[in-house]
């Protein structure tokens, strides 16, 4: 029984270019999230997803990214013309509810920019 | 104020003693916590989770809560060098659980 998969694993960018990120959640979750950590910071919350749909994306930057779930495939989490502080471990999570508290992390996709 | 802070250590205790992570959130809102681990490069997994006042067992494990101190602790008895890793404190507000926000993590180091 696969956990959460992510890929890549590790990226680099160059500044300027665009990073795409991959999640699939564990089987039988339909509830998606991404989660960022920077340097030396705690995981933040970036956005919550459901199949071809956004839920909540309140802690998405408001410009450069975008994340989807759609019907087949896995979520991805897109950073456009990227930037030297998008360095970091980007981290996607499943749940089969949303309330139940408990994430299932993936090992997470180490961006870095040059 | 920070929102959730942890003593970042590196807190090292010796094989079979009690490890004591400390945790403190500002938002007196905060109606779930959580203790994860994480081994250096791999996923935070989940291992405990508590929402009342009071001490919560699990295994080896135990959180305590104090939501009028607005302190959350585990402690780790019997540690072993295999619990060496960094444990990170999530709290959250309530509604739903996903929305969590995280302490920076303490690293634990076990020495056999």
């Known amino acids: 029984n696969a956990g959460v998969m992510q890929n890549p694993r590790h990226l680099v960018r160059r500044r300027g270019q665009e990073a795409r990120l991959r999640c699939s959640p564990m089987k039988g979750h339909s509830h998606v999230y991404w989660y960022r950590q920077l340097p030396e910071e705690g995981l933040k919350f970036m956005v919550y997803l459901q199949k071809e749909n956004i839920i909540d994306e309140s802690g998405m930057p408001k410009e450069r990214f975008s994340a989807e779930f759609p019907k087949e495939g896995p979520s991805i989490l897109r950073i456009q013309q990227v930037v030297r502080g998008d360095s970091a471990a980007y981290f996607c999570?499943?749940?089969?509810?949303?309330?139940?508290?408990?994430?299932?992390f993936g090992e997470g996709s180490r961006l870095t920019v040059l | 104020q920070k929102e959730v802070e942890q003593n970042s250590g590196p807190l090292s205790v010796p094989e079979g003693a009690i490890a004591s992570l400390n945790c403190t959130y500002s938002?007196?809102?905060?109606?779930?916590f959580f203790w994860y681990r994480q081994y250096s490069g791999k996923s935070p997994e989940l291992i405990m989770s508590?929402?009342?006042?009071g001490d919560k067992e699990d295994g080896r494990f135990t959180a305590q809560l104090n939501k009028a101190s607005q302190y959350v602790s585990l402690l780790i008895r019997d540690s072993q060098p295999s619990d060496s890793a960094t444990y990170l404190c999530?709290?959250?507000?309530?509604?739903?659980?996903?929305?969590?926000?995280f302490g920076k993590g303490t690293l634990l180091t076990v020495n056999p």
């Open positions: 938002d007196r809102g905060s109606q779930s």
């Open positions: 508590i929402y009342s006042n």
């Open positions: 999530a709290v959250n507000r309530g509604g739903s659980n996903y929305k969590l926000t």
């Open positions: 999570a499943s749940s089969f509810d949303r309330n139940t508290g408990e994430l299932f």
